[in-house]
């Protein structure tokens, strides 16, 4: 074949031809089996890493120009604006935002970060409603639309819809039972809760019903669920995943069973499996996208949860992260915009990235090992090369 180097390939498994870009690290030799893939994005453009000005990022989020507002630890906010003519950066502070600000949900179009603002005539945690312009305190753990479970002055937890302008109760809506502490988490899909308390008691909810138990006795072969880590969940009913990271940041994937007890999934898409108790992470899930984000100590993931099938699905998404990062005990922060088209990377404590990323060609490429996807192909390298360089690549079912 014009432009290819000379190989001996005797295959009778022969189907389409493909030809791939090396992605493997690694030599490929002919007969060599590799997996075939489509990345959705690879291509940094527009990429900056700078040191903060202020304090460290706790956590970001994307407005609707895809521009970056970050949630510090202190009480500053800044935005950080791309110029695409110039392909660079800027930021500006906005308006003050609350300190201690440890995590995001986005719920229903809002964006919902955890806090410890406290006022004194109430004796309840909260949540802050957040954009790019103000930071609206809201009483109790926002679970749903205008919706927050709260303790009220009697001390019975309560749930109630709320304004979403001041996040004053408007009207309460349930009264839980069978609690006697603090609800520390939440997430609700209208009447449906599934809730973490301060003691480690573990409920859920389904408007006529409560079935509870202690999230620290949950064991998934060595490791357990703490009560403390979890972060995100799904939805709420069984099929639905508890997403969580235990007490050494190591990944912690649930699947709930039909009593909604989070069990192991031996299904679980195989690289987010993969990445189970292999590193340190920091996570994010986007409940509005299903996108769901995985900072790693040496790299970062990005999974899409289709909420019909219940399955996860690995968007394949390269990012390089900064080589002037200095490596430090803490795992990479990774939020990524609805459109996947910017990411914003904590490498560091005083440090951030931040991408521009362009989606590429329908190029094809080896990869190491299966990302079992719509795109995913096995296939056996005949040993070919052609004139660009890109590896010939004999498709087989098996």
């Given amino acids: 074949m014009k432009g290819l180097t000379n190989a001996t390939y005797s295959s009778n498994d022969a189907g389409d031809t493909v030809f791939a870009l090396n992605n493997t690290g690694a030599d490929i030799v002919a007969n060599q089996k590799v997996w075939l893939n489509k990345h959705n994005l690879d291509e940094n453009v527009a990429y900056e890493y700078a040191g903060y000005n202020s304090s460290s990022s706790a956590c970001a989020f994307f407005n609707e120009d895809n521009n970056i507002v970050v949630m510090t630890s202190s009480s500053q906010k800044p935005l950080y604006i791309y110029n695409s003519d110039t392909k660079t950066w800027s930021y500006q502070y906005l308006s003050n935002s609350f300190s201690n600000t440890k995590y995001l949900k986005h719920i229903e179009g809002k964006v919902i970060a955890s806090n410890t603002v406290a006022v004194s005539t109430l004796n309840k945690t909260y949540n802050c409603i957040t954009d790019d312009t103000l930071s609206v305190p809201v009483v109790g753990i926002y679970v749903y639309t205008n919706l927050v479970i709260y303790k009220d002055a009697d001390g019975i937890i309560r749930s109630a819809t709320i304004d979403a302008n001041t996040g004053d109760i408007v009207n309460n809506a349930l009264e839980f039972t069978k609690i006697s502490n603090n609800i520390s988490g939440a ?49 709420v009913g069984p099929g639905e995943y508890l997403i969580t990271t235990n007490s050494s940041n190591l990944l912690q994937i649930y699947k709930f069973n039909e009593d909604m007890l989070p069990i192991e999934d031996a299904s679980l898409q195989p690289d987010l499996k993969a990445l189970i108790n292999t590193e340190k992470v920091f996570i994010d899930y986007n409940n509005d996208t299903g996108v769901l984000t995985i900072g790693g100590m040496t790299n970062v993931y990005a999974f899409k949860y289709n909420k019909n099938t219940k399955t996860f699905e690995n968007l394949n998404i390269t990012i390089q992260l900064p080589t002037e990062a ?66 010939e690549v004999r498709t087989i079912l098996e």
């Fill in 326 to 391: 200095v490596p430090t005990t803490d795992p990479y922060r990774f939020f990524l915009s609805d459109d996947m088209t910017t990411a914003f990377i904590v490498p560091d404590n005083t440090h951030n990235a931040r991408y521009k990323l362009a989606t590429t060609s329908n190029d094809w490429y080896a990869d190491t090992y299966p990302q079992f996807n719509a795109f995913t192909l096995t296939g056996v390298a005949t040993g070919n090369i052609d004139v660009q360089g890109r590896y």
């Fill in 187 to 235: 997430f609700s899909n209208g009447l449906k809760y599934f809730y973490t308390l301060s003691n480690g008691d573990y409920g859920y909810y389904s408007g006529i019903s409560i079935g509870d138990g202690n999230a620290t006795r949950i064991k998934s072969g060595t490791s357990e669920v703490y009560q403390n880590y979890i972060k995100y969940v799904t939805g």
